[in-house]
């Protein structure tokens, strides 16, 4: 997947938060942004959703991501919390 499609997608994942209060938004899905692409770097795989949750009153960023299996075979869907 090209960079520019990566960059794209996390673009349009980052429309769920637009319903968030505006201030909260901007610095949510920027913060995301970034542990996106670390996740989608150190997996090869396809974004399919972000979603932000509070763990021990702090942000994390709950990434699902379509990536393959260790022996390249078969496709799998895992979520991977990060800090922002």
Do not use: Y
Not at 1 to 30: G, K, N, T
């Amino acid at each position: 997947m090209s960079s520019c499609r990566r960059i794209l997608l996390v673009a349009i994942m980052a429309v769920p938060f637009l319903a968030l209060e505006a201030v909260d938004a901007s610095a949510q899905s920027a913060d995301c942004s970034a542990a996106v692409q670390r996740v989608l770097n150190q997996t090869n795989g396809q974004l399919l959703s972000v979603k932000v949750a509070k763990n021990g009153g702090q942000d994390i960023c709950k990434i699902t991501v379509l990536a393959n299996d260790n022996n390249g075979k078969r496709r799998r869907k895992m979520t991977v919390n990060a800090r922002p």
